[in-house]
């Protein structure tokens, strides 16, 4: 089992920035990977970004220049740094965890809310 604890959500607007960190714990595999999704109001929950075990990134077209994902310094944390947020930015963000062996896990999400 793996438990994931975000935080950092919040209320921002235009332009401004925000940081949602997250953090790991239970019985996980080095290799993994961690990310975070999110899910707008009446939308699928969508891919933002990605960090492999060995600190390969992936991000949506829509974030990148905006957004950088990285691990923290302690084991199994991720962070995502917004910047230039815009108010389709706005949804619940989601922290996964996945590995081939266990699958995936989630988050319980934080709002981000970017008003214009």
């Known amino acids: 089992q793996v438990q994931l604890v975000e935080s950092g959500g919040g209320l921002v607007r235009a332009g401004g920035s925000l940081r949602l960190s997250c953090a790991a714990s239970?019985?996980?595999?080095?290799?993994?990977?961690m990310g975070w999704y999110r899910q707008a109001p009446g939308k699928q929950r969508e891919l933002v970004a990605s960090?492999?075990?060995?600190?390969?990134?992936n991000y949506a077209s829509s974030v990148k220049g905006r957004f950088t994902i990285s691990r923290g310094n302690a084991e199994n944390t991720v962070l995502l740094q917004m910047n230039s947020l815009k108010p389709e930015d706005t949804a619940v963000y989601y922290c996964?965890?996945?590995?081939?062996?266990?699958?995936?896990?989630w988050g319980q999400g934080t709002q981000v809310t970017v008003s214009s």
């Open positions: 239970g019985s996980f595999f080095s290799i993994n990977v």
């Open positions: 960090i492999t075990n060995t600190g390969f990134r």
């Open positions: 996964n965890y996945r590995n081939s062996e266990i699958g995936d896990y």
